[in-house]
């Protein structure tokens, strides 16, 4: 029996473009973050929410699904919008454009992604030819282009298989040594301790 797909909630931001190659299912909920409703309307699709402080857009969008935040607050708009996914019953999150831009809010977005993964949620990032999300147990990649693997919040340790370099790594904070490994055939990657940021880039 084939499992029914899971529901997907889109967190489109106002960070560096990036083409939005997703076609919402009637299941899935769309927020356009600030800024990230000019990207919507541009590609065609579909805001189901409207929500930030919209200093990054301009104006307030005169519609009935609108959230509009204070401009002094103690979140970014892209955590808002996660945390209001969250509280619709979302457990799997694709973010755009988060990327590129102000490099506060970059890091402060791959906080807003550990904080979902920490939740059990399966989110990633979607850039220009990348991809960003924390590893959770074990995972497998694809062959083809880079793979790097950075801990986040301490150290780590991990086992790599059928990659350029494999073996039982230890990942510390201080080196780059996860950075642009080269997945084969049958690559994966098994975290043994510690928290790490998968980056996919093709």
């Known amino acids: 029996m ?58 307030t969008p005169q519609s009935s699904n609108v959230i509009k935040l204070k401009a002094e607050k103690d979140e970014t708009d892209t955590e808002a919008a996660a945390k209001e996914g969250l509280s619709r019953g979302y457990r799997s999150f694709r973010i755009y454009c988060v990327l590129g831009g102000r490099i506060s809010h970059t890091l402060a977005n791959l906080n807003t992604l550990l904080y979902l993964s920490r939740r059990g949620v399966n989110a990633k990032i979607i ?56 997945p084969l055939k049958g690559a994966n990657v098994e975290i043994v301790s510690g928290e790490v940021l998968a980056i996919i880039e093709r």
Not at 166 to 178: K, P, Q
């Open 2 to 59: 084939q499992r029914k797909q899971e529901k997907i909630c889109y967190l489109v931001c106002a960070g560096e473009s990036v083409p939005l190659g997703f076609s919402p299912a009637e299941e899935d909920f769309v927020i356009a973050v600030d800024g990230g409703a000019k990207y919507l309307e541009k590609s065609g699709i579909r805001t189901d929410l409207y929500l930030g402080d919209f200093d990054s857009l301009g104006f």
């Open 127 to 182: 850039g220009k030819n990348s991809e960003l999300f924390f590893l959770r147990d074990r995972a497998e990649f694809a062959e083809g282009g880079y793979l790097s693997l950075l801990p986040f919040c301490g150290n780590a340790n991990v086992v790599i298989r059928n990659c350029k370099y494999s073996g039982n790594i230890h990942l510390t904070s201080e080196d780059g040594l996860g950075v642009s490994n080269e």
